[in-house]
């Protein structure tokens, strides 16, 4: 239901999904070095409500920090669910404590009316942003891709939560690639509680009622942390039996991260949760079979009309064609098997 919400959202243009206090804390203390007399810009969140503000304005002198910046969107009222009806929005800006008090006052910030609606395409945001030296929001989900080449564009360091399946976009899978963008240390159990204002909340079981439960979310960065110089331990060996290669590219299927073998040298496929533990140290990434501009250019052969056949024999109703250049595998019984989507890879070392 969670996931579903998420797709609502990008289709619905709703995007309020709520951050955790204690989920930034979990993942921000990896970067404390980096915040050292930094800006740092929330540049999606409401300042008086926002948890993302919040850590960053408690921990100001901790950090080191030499500026906060936060704006919001539509809103200038202190309400966490905003109708986002106001067609001006406000933004703060907070130095530090000033009265020796440790505590952040509502007196030492400064409050500002934006001209517009705070939408961070907007000159005016943009012009905020130029000043930050690290960006750290969430950003809205169905914004995404526009959203990261924005800051791209503007050479902005940033620790984001998006999406595991935005590693697959054609904007977003080039710069993880070519190392611009990586994946952070993530949510505990691999899903995330947002504080959301739709009415499907987290059942009981979840442990966190009156919130939703989304799994699959990431923190996205390119500020350098130790866990992507982890070297992933490997400890299976090759046979063609458990590996068994694609009948239209010359690489080998891995079903599960944690399978891939120690002793093979060639080209794999690897299931999107290896990003999760990618060590450009070790690993080459090649491409991504959700790309079908690369599976072309990699000679990649077509399904072909007896492959359908085939296929649609065994009851599988899959949304393929014969011309299409998508990546499947023929078992020793001769049934055609489609995997999910894949990552290539080969190893360095």
């Known amino acids: 239901m969670a996931n579903k919400l998420l797709n609502t959202a990008k289709t619905a243009k709703k995007d309020e999904f709520y951050t955790q206090l204690s989920d930034i804390e979990n993942e921000l203390r990896h970067y404390r070095p980096h915040f050292k007399g930094k ?13 993302f503000f919040k850590y960053f304005a408690l921990n100001f002198e901790v950090l080191g920090l030499k500026r906060l910046i936060a704006t919001c969107y539509k809103n200038n009222e202190p309400d966490l669910f905003s109708m986002n ?42 012009e905020l942003l130029k000043q930050a030296d690290i960006v750290c929001t969430n950003p809205p989900f169905s914004l995404f891709r526009e959203y990261v080449a924005q800051l791209v564009k503007y050479d902005k360091s940033f620790i984001i939560i998006g999406h595991q399946n935005a590693l697959k976009y054609k904007e977003i899978f080039p710069l993880i690639q070519n190392n611009k ?12 509680h947002f504080i959301s ?32 110089h982890e070297e992933l331990i490997l400890f299976k060996t090759y046979n063609p039996t458990d590996y068994p290669k694609y009948a239209n590219y010359n690489a080998i299927d891995i079903a599960r991260t944690s399978d891939i073998p120690a002793d093979y040298n060639g080209l794999m496929g690897v299931p999107i ?45 899959a ?9 499947y595998i023929i078992n020793g019984d001769g049934k055609i098997i489609l995997p999910y989507a894949r990552i290539i890879i080969r190893r360095k070392k």
């Open 39 to 51: 800006t740092v810009l929330c540049n999606c969140d409401d300042p008086r409500v926002s948890n």
């Open 85 to 126: 009806t106001c067609e001006q929005a406000v933004y703060i800006i907070y130095e530090g404590d000033k009265n020796g008090n440790k505590v952040p006052d509502p007196s030492e910030m400064e409050v500002l009316p934006l001209q517009g609606d705070g939408d961070f395409r907007s000159q005016e945001c943009i």
């Open 181 to 192: 963008l990586w994946l952070g240390y993530g949510f505990s159990g691999g899903a995330a």
């Open 197 to 228: 204002s739709y009415e499907d909340k987290a059942s009981a079981g979840d442990h966190k009622a009156g919130m939703i439960r989304v799994s699959g979310v990431v923190w996205y960065t390119n500020l350098e942390i130790q866990k992507r």
């Open 273 to 317: 949760t290896f990003m999760d533990k990618y060590n450009p140290e070790q690993f080459e990434i090649i491409g991504n079979t959700c790309d079908t501009d690369w599976l072309r250019g990699q000679g990649v052969g077509i399904m072909g009309a007896e492959t359908i056949k085939k296929l649609r024999s065994q009851g599988n109703m």
């Open 319 to 327: 949304h393929v064609t014969a011309n299409m250049n998508s990546l």
